[in-house]
């Protein structure tokens, strides 16, 4: 057996730990957490500057490890709001007795072992941490070698903590940075319950392709805004403007807009005005290409455009005849994140937000709300693109199972 | 592309269709599939004689694959019985208005392509058919080889509802019984939702180690009973021998009993007395093995007996120092699926309902209650073992997933 191996099986006997633990106990762990950081802030941000010198200072990743006392503060109000939000675990979800007169519960319960693998920001690894003890999980964390340093750093201080309160360091495990490790979490079926792959689409690949643990995908976002024909023009405008350059990095970023070919010519000429200011590069079809003549940042759109996740401030634009064209469009080219409507007409939203299968469905509003935070469900493990468990922002109330419990007395069957 | 894909593809499109349609035009077609099954019973009667001509009448397999006019009554009564389950999609799970004046709401939707790979029992065609179409999925169907015959016809019936009720055919897809076409869905993530084996170990091991697509595991049950120092002696012995012999083939069934060495003496002696009737072999370890001797059916117990599913009159017997060497027994060698414990200490019994990993944990009750019916779930697709989406009878009101749907008036982040 490897090293890995039994230090995973210890993760998981130490799970058990955590089950009958109150939530005034856990919330006294992550205050702790959370004012430790703050103490130990000079010993984590000297492992950063480690992890930092290792990183040409070009590089885009750069800035996303870059800890700052003010970063490291975030961090740490970040683990605070954690303790304020509501116990996921001892819900009572049914309770019924049945005919033999056996007592029947179902009740929420920690899953169990939680293995999460992200790449570079040094949030990451304190937020899932502290997100899954208070659900009463063990973790298992696997960073990027980009981070190791920094992510040992914050660990070690979190281990102090769990000692202070007589827990075994073990419930939060964190992997060291080769990859060969994260195949002993693939075949680790009897230990860990669930893989959550957070980061680029080849690593979320990757691990759904090898794991035999189950996988929730927090995936890749093709996101549509579709300005139907009576929508407002200015909102629509608003609104596209916005799911595209607020953020242009993130999951929730629009990367199409449809628009129908009713009010395209009136639209595209108002949308261009406010997309020139941000040098938004546009990837046109033909019909749009045509009326987006003169825009200095054109381009013909090839089929794969459709399928892109830009990242970045660039978009594909495609004039559709109607609804029903605009429907099919986002069926063959979304990854069912979120996808939002502009219109007045309310029959027809109503059809867009039922047709249209995503975790997330808008009428009259940009798709950057897709976040824990914005839905009121606070931090989140990442954006579930898959419809098993959770769908939508992954946050602390879906780091729980099921249990159903039955009191008898002697029935038999 | 294979005809199977394309054919995947075509249910896939044509599960939109049912997304809009209402609870009691569904509930029709549902009616008039089970009246249909008996209309044209001669038909599948037929069909299924030619599966049986392919069998020996000495394979243990004829009985479950054997139709006979009553049989496919009690089929056709099953469908009856969810045409009366309420809708499990449209539900409002939460509804709130956010800060910004966004209306956010979370539904149950449809999964949308519902796939299940099964072996021989007919009713298992039917019943998932009805289950999908109720939860209005489309679904994608393999059965085995030796049943394709009755599958056939069973769904061909249900071909001519859908078509009767302007449906199209392909929301019911039926592939033929070639090992290779579960390639076919293996790699399908665009098109089918979910993968629900459910069969023997080998079966749903494979397809965990195959399949891109996310799958729900129905799994083994390696179940315990476990009869505490403080158990009424023939509360315990009614309990084990009902989780025993009731139903041996069925994963809900005992397969090791334990029992602490302070009752064991008395406890074993009842318990011989009542198994020996029904003649059940016994693996027992070297301290109840000398308790047991006289016993007919007795064999030392080798350690890989305390992790066989028996399937059959047969279950391991283990003498246990107390609740916590119960514990970690039930931690090693369960498969999470269904626990027991006998007792009327409280405590103990609250400790272990809370502590066992398993989707159903009894206090004072026999293992055999884990099934939808008997939760009062109706019909099921299987017990699912794992902890996502679905734990304990995976039934109707989880064959849907959740969609966040937002209602704004041009908010913007």
């Known amino acids: 057996m490897t090293t890995i191996r039994k230090k995973i099986i210890q993760t998981n006997a130490a799970s058990i730990r955590l089950q009958a633990l ?64 509501a116990d996921p675990a001892g819900k009572v979800l049914e309770k019924r007795t049945l005919p033999n007169g056996l007592l029947l519960e179902k009740i929420t319960t920690p899953i169990g072992v939680v293995a999460a693998i992200f790449e570079s920001r040094p949030n990451v690894v304190a937020d899932i941490a502290a997100l899954c003890l208070k659900s009463r999980n063990a ?12 992510n040992r750093a914050i660990v070690k201080v979190l281990h102090q903590v769990l000692k ?24 680790a079926t009897k230990y860990i319950d669930v893989i959550i792959p957070r980061g680029s689409n080849s690593l979320i690949q ?27 023009v200015q909102m629509a405008v608003s609104i596209v403007v ?62 794969e455009d459709y399928y892109r ?9 495609k004039i559709v005849k109607n609804e029903a064209a605009a429907l099919q469009h986002i069926a063959e080219h979304g990854t069912k994140h979120s996808e939002a409507i ?10 867009f937000l039922q047709l249209v299968d995503a975790a997330a469905v808008y009428h009259n509003a ?17 954006i579930s693109t898959q419809k098993l468990h959770a769908r939508g922002p992954f946050a602390l109330e879906k780091l729980v199972t099921e249990k159903w419990v039955l009191r008898g007395k002697g029935q038999v069957r």
């Not at 007589?166 to 693939?186: D, G, K, M, W």
């Not at 990095?249 to 639209?267: G, H, K, Q, R, W």
């Not at 996740?309 to 634009?317: D, K, M």
């Not at 824990?372 to 493990?381: I, M, Q």
């Open 139 to 150: 973790c298992v964390l696997k960073g990027s070698r980009d981070a190791y340093h920094t």
């Open 22 to 85: 109150k939530t005034g106990t856990i919330n006294q762990v992550l205050k702790h957490f959370a004012a430790a950081l703050i103490t130990h802030a000079p010993a984590i941000l000297h492992a950063n500057k480690k992890d930092l010198q290792q990183m040409d200072t070009g590089n885009p990743l750069y800035d996303r490890l870059l800890l700052t006392p003010d970063r490291l503060k975030a961090i740490s109000g970040s683990i605070q709001k954690v303790t304020k939000l």
């Open 242 to 303: 916005n799911a595209k350059t607020s953020r242009p990095s993130v999951c929730n970023a629009m990367d199409t807009v449809l628009v129908d070919e009713a009010i395209a010519p009136v639209f595209l000429k108002e949308l261009t005005t406010a997309l020139q200011q941000e040098q938004v590069v546009l990837y046109a079809d033909a019909a749009s290409y045509q009326l987006l003549k003169g825009y200095p940042w054109l381009h013909k759109a090839r089929k």
């Open 342 to 351: 502009v219109t007045n007409d309310k029959k027809t939203a109503d059809l």
């Open 309 to 317: 996740e830009f990242l970045s401030l660039a978009c594909a634009v």
């Open 164 to 187: 202070n309160h007589e827990l075994p360091a073990s419930l939060v495990l964190l992997l060291p940075p080769q990859r060969e490790v994260v195949q002993e979490l693939f075949t």
């Open 206 to 232: 990757y691990v759904r392709k090898n794991s035999l643990v189950p996988v929730i995908e927090t995936g890749a976002g093709v996101c549509h805004v579709y300005v139907h024909s009576k929508a407002d």
């Open 366 to 382: 940009s798709t950057r709300f897709t976040d824990g935070e914005e839905f009121g469900l606070g931090a989140e493990v990442g």
